[in-house]
């Protein structure tokens, strides 16, 4: 016997990459994911608690106990997530091939080692039902490709230029995980955003939909106990 769920199980979430950077002698905050950078060289002996994973990848600061504290040549971004309330999502990984065939093995291929990740995701437009402002992601998403003004409407403008910086993109596939006796799987990613086009019909919700592909970084599977062990 199985669980398997539809996609209204997976919860995306998005950072626009303008969060902070901590570096050597910073103290990691429970329970708080982070993209390492960089990491500091193994010591000898090396730090039982120092950065887990290479540089590139993400993780996620104890929930309970001993944070990692960084060592000198450590930086870690500082992951914010923002909810964004998908009506579709879809992912594509690929890795090509080379023809190394020949008269002993003919039509033989190996992988070529190059990932190649992309993928789209659907929402609709949210305002907040007191201010009418859009909410953050959706603003950060449009700041990805054109300049937002803040007029205050008393002579005050705040000018935001377009921001192409890496975002990254994660997903809860299993929301339905509880306790810590089950286990949280998501799909991680470092993005750059490639297309955004928006909808407003008559007869329809307004809708934008954005496409992306790989950053600087790689695509992992991470998984962790939906709560802190009792």
């Known amino acids: 016997m199985v669980n398997k769920y539809t996609g209204a199980k ?20 429970a329970g708080t994911k982070y993209f ?22 993400i993780f996620q600061s104890p929930r309970t106990g001993t944070q990692i504290t ?17 009506t579709s ?6 890795e090509g091939a080379v023809d190394v065939g020949d008269d002993c093995h003919p039509a033989s291929q190996i992988a070529d080692g190059i990932m190649a990740f992309s993928g789209s995701a659907s929402g609709l437009f949210r305002y907040d039902p007191i201010t009418e402002q859009m ?5 950060n998403i449009l700041n990805k490709f054109m300049d937002v003004v803040h007029d205050s409407g008393g002579g005050s403008y705040t000018i935001h230029p377009k921001d192409g910086k890496q975002a990254f993109v994660l997903t809860l596939i299993n929301s339905t995980a509880s306790g810590s006796a089950q286990f ?10 490639t297309s955004l086009s928006m909808s407003f019909g008559h007869g329809d919700p307004q809708s934008h939909d954005i496409s992306f ?8 599977v991470y998984r962790v106990p939906a709560a802190a062990a009792a």
């Not at 995306?12 to 002698?25: A, K, L």
């Open 36 to 57: 390492v950078l960089e990491r500091a060289p193994v010591g000898t002996p090396a730090p039982a608690n120092r950065v887990p994973v290479p540089a590139g990848m």
């Open 70 to 86: 960084l060592q000198a040549g450590d930086r870690l971004y500082v992951i914010n997530e923002d909810r964004f309330c998908k």
């Open 213 to 220: 592909v790989l950053g600087h970084g790689t695509p992992i």
């Open 184 to 193: 949280q799987n998501w799909l991680f990613a470092p993005i750059v955003f």
């Open 135 to 139: 909410d953050d992601v959706t603003e």
């Open 89 to 94: 999502a879809s992912f594509e990984l690929s």
């Open 10 to 29: 997976a919860f995306v979430w998005f950072d626009d990459g303008n969060s902070e950077v901590i570096t050597g002698g910073s103290t990691t905050v």
